[in-house]
């Protein structure tokens, strides 16, 4: 479990403050998106359990662990918004062994092998780097995070920069990778990025101000509204079909179910 308590933070040569007394728990095996609007901390949060960024007021423990402790840093992975600016090696076996350096050949093979697996990325092993799309960049940066063994992983606005198509595989890899038993921090505010998650905080002048569970999504959409923040479309349309009294369910929605409670309503419809 990740702990944030009372943390606060100011960059240096700076009068404003970031995060003000923040509290917030992260539970293991669940992903958890921390939403808000730009410049409101997020990624701030993101380099402050990382170990990215020296904690000064508050306390972070990661498994009963103060994030000071050097055996946290082994727990933790970051993948950020850009895979360009994270590329240190052209070839993507050079990429990832790097990280790796101190672990016997055979462990090296293994933990590349299993990681690009996990990202659908194995065939491209001993490719280049540069001359993958954006999109498969991202899947090998989340690879690297995944070679080193984490328990726990933070995103970083993971699919801003990609298409469409790259995003979904991504939202596919961070599904899988929860039902394996990774936890997942992911700051965005992408809609569809907040349907995947368990829970979604909203950050507001450096605090929590909002905490929604994902079944509680359609009846508290409006917070994130309030808060600036897109509404996913799924939740506008499921929205309106709970006005026509057509209920689904968001955790297990189908294109199927969908259709079939339509037809009920039509045929409900003419038989009055």
Do not use: W
């Amino acid at each position: 479990m990740i702990k944030v308590e009372n943390v606060s933070f100011k960059y240096k040569n700076s009068n404003k403050t970031i995060l003000d007394n923040l509290n917030f728990e992260v539970k293991d095996g669940e992903i958890i998106a921390i939403v808000g609007q730009n410049g409101s901390g997020k990624s701030t949060i993101g380099k402050l359990i990382s170990g990215i960024i020296k904690l000064k007021h508050g306390n972070i423990t990661i498994d009963g662990l103060k994030i000071k402790d050097k055996k946290v840093q082994d727990k933790i992975g970051i993948v950020f918004q850009n895979p360009e600016n994270q590329i240190i090696f052209n070839n993507i076996y050079d990429e990832l062994s790097f990280s790796l350096k101190g672990l016997e050949k055979a462990e090296i093979e293994s933990r590349i092998e299993n990681s690009l697996k996990q990202v659908g990325m194995l065939e491209y092993k001993n490719n280049d780097l540069y001359s993958l799309s954006l999109g498969q960049k991202q899947r090998i940066m989340i690879a690297e995070v995944l070679a080193k063994k984490p328990k726990y992983i933070i995103l970083d606005e993971p699919t801003t920069m990609i298409d469409s198509q790259g995003k979904e595989i991504i939202y596919k890899i961070i599904e899988n990778l929860k039902n394996e038993g990774y936890t997942i921090i992911c700051i965005t505010n992408l809609a569809d990025e907040i349907l995947i998650a368990d829970r979604t905080l909203i950050l507001k002048n450096g605090k929590i101000a909002h905490e929604i569970e994902n079944e509680d999504l359609i009846n508290k959409s409006y917070l994130l509204k309030e808060s600036g923040i897109k509404e996913p479309i799924l939740l506008e349309i499921l929205d309106k079909l709970k006005e026509n009294e057509i209920i689904l369910d968001i955790k297990n929605f189908t294109v199927d179910e969908l259709i079939y409670k339509l037809k009920g309503k039509l045929k409900d419809e003419k038989c009055n």
